[in-house]
């Protein structure tokens, strides 16, 4: 149980274009998702909260308009990386609370690899 | 002095013995800790999950958190190659944020 799927899981893109990630919680409902941002040997860095049906909340210094986070179901959210510039490739990694289970248990997607040329 | 310290490693053990991780931090507010282990090009996958202070055994895996030194412990006993992994401490003040370390990187040698 509690499995977190995300698509693509590697994306090549070009700078200017955007590109959109869906994360999804395959055998549970969650009504809060995170997504983070990891660079090669260093730790998960939460970028924004998402809640269904709600607006996004960004953490200090990520764009909002950059990074647009859409919360539509209990099961979906996605993150659209608008213009992409070469300094967004990173590792994205979305995950979920388990609705009903420990306060602050997440359980995580396997990451999203984004190269922007 | 960040939130929390973890030793990037990396570690190495041969096959069979103990592996100890640990984790410090410095805020008094976190109450529930995570020990995540991530493999290359992966998501972290949560092992184990405790609230507040004490011991928490599951398989080969046992969690300690001791609050009062803000300290927490993971070993893995038996230790397999297949354990070799990034192994992330997470903790929170039941906020929906976590705070990781920076992982520990773990060789298992067969």
């Known amino acids: 149980g509690a499995v977190v799927s995300q698509h693509p899981s590697w994306v090549i893109c070009k700078s200017g274009t955007s590109v959109k990630i869906e994360c999804r919680s395959l055998?549970?409902?969650?009504?809060?998702m995170f997504w983070y941002r990891q660079f090669p040997k260093q730790s998960l860095m939460l970028m924004a909260t998402s809640n269904e049906g709600s607006k996004a909340t960004y953490e200090q210094g990520v764009e909002k308009d950059k990074f647009l986070i859409n919360h539509a179901s209990l099961t979906l959210s996605t993150l659209t990386v608008t213009s992409a510039h070469p300094e967004d490739s990173s590792f994205y990694i979305c995950?979920?609370?388990?609705?009903?289970?420990?306060?602050?248990?997440?359980?995580f997607g396997p990451g999203t690899r984004l190269t922007v040329t | 002095q960040k939130e929390v310290e973890q030793d990037p490693g990396p570690l190495s053990v041969p096959e069979g013995a103990i592996v100890s991780l640990n984790c410090t931090y410095s805020n008094s507010a976190f109450q529930y800790f995570m020990w995540y282990r991530q493999y290359s090009r992966k998501g972290p996958e949560l092992l184990m999950y405790t609230y507040s202070s004490g011991n928490k055994e599951d398989g080969r895996f046992t969690a300690q958190v001791d609050k009062s030194s803000k300290y927490i412990s993971l070993f893995i006993r038996d230790s397999q190659p297949s354990d070799s992994a990034t192994y992330l401490c997470a903790m929170s003040a039941g906020n929906n944020r976590l705070a990781f370390g920076k992982g520990n990187q773990v060789v298992v040698i067969p």
């Open positions: 055998d549970f409902q969650a009504t809060t």
């Open positions: 995950s979920a609370r388990l609705r009903g289970g420990g306060l602050d248990e997440q359980y």
